[in-house]
């Protein structure tokens, strides 16, 4: 029978890596801002955990041999010139405002960043193209001195287009968080795209208006905030993610499974649950078991990104807004909890936190930022974010078709993260739609542990689903 769970692998490999090229990218055209200039960026945008650079990378193998011969460096670089007018903030710098706060300004001759760079290797000896894979760190580019988390002074868009032996090419993209959410990220690189394809079409017009999210006057917070507040660290948490033996596991888990999963919790629940509060919830206490967390009385959180666009109606998001709109749900409870409590008990507190980020919840966020500027906690904290719903795909054709893979590179820089990743269409044909590429960071002797739990929870009474995992 087909497996509803694998393991997916990704090839261990090499790639020398030449530059040819670092240049500057100004926008084509004028722009509505001058180096005395500087622009308000939301609570949202610059909060503890947006102040990333978030790296992803686009693979597009050269099927028309006809494509090698097309300027693919000049036609991108010159369609970001023309995306950049537009989008102009990108071609600005972060700077400290005081008291905590990024703003956006823009000093002269400085603006995005476009790599040229070239390696001898095919794209086919890259192994399959179906999960980050830490060897594609040199797919994009960082600076030699650059620091884990730095943001202040760096373009704000760091573009490689990396052309491979066969004719190939990639693009590894750098977009500073401070701008843009994932949905916000997408939107970009599809007018991008789209001024690839035709330098001539109309975009939907880009939405900067972050003073639409600014705190009230005086700030009101109506919620505790568990997603920010300290949490004393008594577990081995820290020790079993130490970053020296850490490794990226990734399974494909198809919609089978989680249809099961959804079942489970549905028909022993007393709530209406998604699929997404089943199998986080089951990734959650997977993720705790198998990493074997004691003491059983410490305190845990699951955070979750919600796109909040649709919940703020006073006054509603303007189309085309590309800004930070995140909601961050908090599941709190015990290590005791998520190892005693059955799937249902914990997706009813995915559940609960999801539902619970509404407007005045997000209003809420936005004025308890304002008034504690809290930072970043790592304390029995597991996130898990999903990129289902973005257009990752359909909206990265420069011209060239949609890219053979879209996402991330690489997760180990962040083990606390797990990731819900699409499975790109037509990739495996014997795959219902909605399966779904879960990637998380384990210290190599828990994987045994985590695949069995995967596996044992993948079955209700009465209802047996068949779950192999190749070794």
């Known amino acids: ?63 028309d041999p006809a494509a090698k011969k097309l300027p693919v460096g000049r036609v991108m670089h010159d369609a970001l010139a023309r995306v950049l007018v537009p989008y102009y903030p990108f071609s600005g710098r ?41 060897a594609w760190a040199q797919l994009i580019h960082r600076f030699p001195a650059e620091g884990p988390y730095e943001v202040i002074g760096m373009p704000l868009v760091i573009a490689q287009v990396t052309f491979f ?38 975009i939907l017009a880009p939405v900067w208006d972050r003073e639409s999210l600014k705190p ?24 079993a993610l130490s970053p020296a033996g850490l490794v990226q596991k990734c399974f494909l888990i198809d919609a089978h499974f989680q249809a099961q999963l959804k079942h489970r919790v549905q028909a022993r629940g007393q709530a209406d649950f998604t699929t997404f509060d089943a199998l986080a919830a089951h990734v959650w206490q997977c993720w705790v078991k198998a990493l074997r967390l004691c003491p059983r009385s410490q305190s845990m959180r699951l955070t979750v990104s919600v796109n909040a ?44 936190a999801r539902l ?24 029995g904290k597991l996130t898990i974010t999903t990129w289902t719903r973005f257009s990752l795909y359909e909206g990265a054709d420069f011209g060239w078709g949609k890219p053979r893979y879209a996402g991330p590179a690489d997760l180990l820089p962040t083990p606390q993260l797990c990731l819900f990743l699409p499975v790109q269409e037509g990739a495996c044909p014997s795959l219902s739609p ?18 069995q739990c995967l596996m044992m929870n993948a079955s209700t009474e009465g209802d047996e689903v068949e779950c192999h995992l190749p070794s």
């Open 1 to 63: 029978m087909a497996s509803h769970i694998q393991d997916l692998h990704f090839t261990h490999v090499d790639i020398p890596i030449t530059i040819d090229a670092i240049e500057p990218v100004f926008p084509a055209g004028p722009v509505p801002v001058s180096p005395t200039d500087h622009l308000y960026l939301s609570n949202l945008d610059d909060m503890v955990g947006s102040c990333i650079f978030t790296p992803t990378v686009y693979f597009y193998p050269c099927d």
């Open 94 to 134: 972060l700077r400290d405002a005081g008291n905590g706060k990024l703003e956006v300004y823009f000093p002269a001759g400085k603006s995005a960043l476009f790599v040229k760079a070239r390696t001898s290797i095919t794209i086919d000896e890259l192994g399959e193209l179906n999960v980050p894979n830490p």
């Open 165 to 202: 032996g066969c004719g190939g090419f990639s693009l590894g993209l750098r977009l500073c968080h401070c701008l843009c959410d994932g949905v916000g990220a997408m939107q970009f690189v599809s007018a991008w795209a789209q001024a690839a394809r035709d330098p001539t079409s109309s």
């Open 216 to 239: 009230r006057a005086p700030p009101r917070v109506r919620y505790l905030h568990h997603e920010f507040a300290h949490i004393d660290d008594i577990s081995n948490l820290g020790s």
């Open 309 to 352: 666009r649709d919940k703020l109606s006073d006054p509603p998001l303007k189309r085309g807004y590309y800004g930070n709109v995140i909601g961050v749900a908090c599941s709190k409870c015990t290590v005791a909890e998520l190892i005693d409590q059955p799937l249902e008990h914990v997706a009813g507190l995915v559940r609960a």
């Open 356 to 379: 619970a980020v509404n407007e005045e919840y997000i209003r809420s966020m936005i004025d308890y930022i304002e008034l504690v500027r809290p930072k970043l906690e790592f304390a």
């Open 434 to 451: 909605g399966s779904v590429i879960v990637c998380i960071c384990l210290p190599n002797w828990s994987v045994p542990e985590f695949k």
